[in-house]
């Protein structure tokens, strides 16, 4: 099974990956309208990719009251046919990877094996590659890591 | 909707008005730096002083910016320029103007000066005229930051200490060290009391062929990372440029009395100062530095202007004035070459004490850094530095034989020009001053390009010796026109076919580029006319205000005292041979042999709307 891997270390903050990803889904250049998000401020000098982590056990799905997540090979999707629009798993997204604005739910589906940010990322610092225990381990710590930051700012 | 709004503010009346630019225009200039001359032509009358509300101030994106074009941040500010009191303008990169197009706008014009400090806060389709009292005297990290804390994350662009203090070479800052630095128009700023423009969008830019630009990006993307000067830019940055030029002994030395300098300012000394490299918006170059001393950069400018030009060889304290200058927010070419020439006029005995008020030496830190601050609040001698080239009145006659500017505006290239022929006609001519990023054909550097690849950008016929003044009007002509359409569109010149390499965005690329995002067919013609057009209007704003050739000149010590060390050795620029390549330039530019925009064309321009 394939992933997105995060970088962050590698990631000069252009948002040429949430840019193509709203090009992608939506035919609009907008980089707040995106499955993936680069939270960055360069006075505090950081650059920081927010993904979807496919989580084995995800929120947005266990909350969801229509039933519209599933997982399919690994991967969380959501069915826009069944979804009503409630936000409720953009709110409720410990990571902030699910994102709303205009109407519009947005979730990471790896663009069906071909995820446009990976592609257009100039440094390597997103990455689709298949899982092995050391990047799970990584993906993990990395997840954890994110929860701390968002509990203790 | 792939066009944005026109924002109009009139300071004065305090009044925003909202309307669209017509397509027609925008067929004619694009955008960025294209349309904002147009409108500069259109709205400012001749001989206004530039500090009064008669100056119009303009922030215009490009017309590509915002998008997945690779490097497609970049906008220009422009003004009539207090430093030149000609056409100001300045190209800039960071984050404002993408996110200046997600809020809706393509460009701001502001008119007229307001009563008290104040800030504009753009958001999704309006504009706001806001109290800026808790900003004004903020430095613009400060600015900036507080700006973010009271209003969530904006982008801003604002105007540092010595904008509002009107010091005439006062940049407007975005991010940490991106700065539309030429010309002064962070004074314009300063003089219509405006600290800020704060930006927060959530528009997207609609693009009329998303797949189509999917896949150019794509295959534009390869291409631009296959390149070589590609990855040596994203892991060294511009500094790169500082051993090249030094190398060939051309980098300007203490005023350039000198030609080259100490290898301690090599780019690989300056890499260990980096803690990461990182970009603008859309941008696949990634050549800013974040430097361990809290700060970004130094530019090859920085390295040249604030190290060698003012004497100093430790890497460390360059890096400080560049920090130093950015939260000032002066512009880094104008203040290295405004102190290392009263360093000089100090050594030379034609000012003294008297004026200075202190012993003025080259190679001391402490002093430039103290001038630096003087001159941001213009105390004591730096409320005399503050007015740059202008001191020649106070100075001297003599003091001009000195002075490294060319229309009043000090150069930006740390390199010295009277090697490579070329980059000396670039300098003379270019609209805004003596300034490298309107025309340098940057390939003239690299020695070992061959002739075909030349012949291929330039046409054939010129030859591949840079101290040749052999038909260098047509390298100049080519890279003064195509680089005012990669500034129309608001793509970075680092990936523009003849800036750094032969093989980035030319006018092939521009139009898929353009077809994608919005439908328009261009044929390469018409780019190239929009680039000639662009150039034109530039020059028809200059010669209203009384420019003609004998302006597109050199400064003195070019012509008159042959380089003295490395390759450059005994080089120099001959006036004669430099008179004929100036009468090539205006033939091919179709100017008056005096340098005067022709009747009829004027005619033609000024009947565009």
Redesign the interface.
């Known amino acids: 099974m394939k992933y997105l891997y995060v970088y962050p270390?590698k990631c000069?903050?252009?948002?040429?990956c949430s840019?193509?990803c709203?090009?992608?889904k939506?035919?609009?250049?907008?980089?707040?309208?995106a499955a993936i998000t680069i939270v960055r401020?360069?006075?505090n000098?950081y650059?920081f990719p927010i993904i979807c982590f496919q989580c084995e056990d995800p929120i947005c799905l266990k909350f969801c009251h229509q039933n519209a997540y599933q997982i399919k090979d690994g991967i969380v999707l959501r069915d826009e046919d069944k979804c009503i629009g409630c936000r409720l798993c953009a709110v409720l997204c410990p990571y902030n990877a699910v994102t709303t604005?205009?109407d519009e739910i947005i979730k990471c589906d790896l663009c069906d094996g071909d995820p446009?940010c990976v592609?257009?990322c100039?440094?390597g610092a997103l990455q689709y590659l298949d899982e092995t225990e050391e990047l799970e381990k990584r993906r993990k710590k990395m997840a954890e890591r994110f929860l701390d930051i968002k509990a203790n700012p | 909707m792939f066009k944005g709004k026109l924002g109009i503010i009139d300071l004065s009346k305090k009044k925003v008005t909202i309307k669209q630019t017509p397509d027609s225009l925008k067929k004619l200039f694009l955008g960025g730096r294209g349309l904002n001359s147009y409108y500069l032509y259109n709205m400012i009358k001749p001989g206004i002083d530039p500090f009064s509300s008669d100056n119009v101030l303009i922030f215009g994106t490009g017309f590509l910016t915002g998008t997945l074009v690779p490097n497609s941040s970049r906008f220009n500010v422009s003004a009539k320029s207090p430093e030149t009191g000609i056409l100001g303008d300045s190209n800039c990169g960071g984050y404002f103007a993408a996110e200046l197009r997600y809020a809706g706008f393509e460009r701001l014009i502001i008119k007229g000066k307001a009563k008290k400090p104040c800030y504009l806060y753009v958001i999704d389709n309006t504009i706001e005229i806001k109290d800026a009292k808790d900003y004004w005297r903020m430095d613009t990290t400060d600015v900036q930051q507080t700006l973010r804390r009271d209003l969530g994350h904006v982008e801003v662009a604002c105007c540092g200490v010595a904008g509002e203090n009107l010091v005439r070479f006062a940049c407007v800052r975005t991010g940490v060290k991106n700065a539309a630095g030429r010309c002064g128009l962070g004074a314009v700023m300063g003089s219509k009391q405006l600290k800020a423009i704060a930006v927060r969008g959530t528009q997207g830019i609609n693009i009329k062929y998303p797949e189509e630009m999917l896949e150019n990006v794509e295959q534009l993307k390869e291409y631009i990372m296959n390149s070589k000067i590609t990855s040596i830019l994203g892991n060294v940055g511009t500094p790169l440029l500082y051993e090249v030029s030094n190398t060939l002994g051309a980098i300007r030395t203490k005023n350039s009395q000198l030609n080259a300098w100490s290898e301690s300012l090599n780019a690989d000394v300056i890499e260990t100062f980096v803690e990461k490299m990182i970009g603008c918006s859309s941008c696949i170059v990634h050549c800013r530095h974040r430097n361990k001393l809290d700060g970004e950069g130094p530019e090859y400018t920085a390295v040249g202007l604030l190290g060698a030009n003012l004497g100093i060889e430790d890497p460390a304290k360059v890096i400080e004035l560049n920090n130093i200058c950015n939260e000032l927010g002066l512009d880094i070419s104008s203040s290295g070459t405004i102190l290392s020439w009263v360093f000089e006029l100090y050594e030379k005995g034609i000012i003294n004490k008297k004026i200075t008020e202190e012993e003025l030496r080259f190679g001391d830190f402490e002093l430039a850094k103290k001038l630096l601050y003087k001159i941001s609040r213009r105390e004591g001698f730096g409320n005399i530095l503050a007015e740059s080239t202008k001191n020649v009145e106070l100075f001297g006659k003599k003091s001009v034989d000195y002075l490294i500017a060319v229309k009043g505006l000090p150069q930006s290239d740390p390199h010295d020009c009277r090697y490579i022929k070329a980059f000396a006609l670039g300098i003379a001519t270019a609209s805004r001053g003596a300034d490298h990023l309107r025309s340098r054909p940057t390939l003239e550097i690299f020695l070992r390009l061959p002739q075909e690849v030349k012949d291929r950008i330039y046409g054939k016929g010129i030859p591949n010796d840079p101290t040749s003044y052999t038909a260098k009007e047509k390298t100049v002509y080519f890279s003064d026109n195509i680089f005012a359409v990669i500034d129309s569109l608001g793509i970075c010149k680092f990936i523009c076919h003849g800036f750094n390499s032969p093989h980035f965005i030319d006018y092939e690329w521009m139009k898929k580029l353009i077809h994608c995002a919005s439908g328009w067919t261009f044929k390469e013609k018409d780019l190239q006319e929009v680039g000639k057009r662009v150039i034109d209007i530039e020059r028809m704003f200059n010669n209203r205000e009384g420019i003609s050739r004998e302006d597109d000149t050199l400064p003195k010590r070019y012509f008159d005292e042959p380089m003295t060390l490395k390759i450059a050795k005994g080089h120099y620029i001959d006036r004669g041979e430099f008179d004929k390549l100036l009468t090539r330039y205006y033939k091919i530019r179709g100017w008056t042999n005096d340098g005067i925009v022709k009747k009829e064309r004027v005619k033609e321009l000024e009947a565009l709307a």
Request: overall charge neutral.
């Open positions: 270390e000069t903050g252009c948002r040429e840019i193509a709203s090009l992608k939506f035919g609009e250049c907008n980089p707040k309208k401020d360069e006075f000098r650059e604005i205009d446009k592609k257009y100039s440094t």
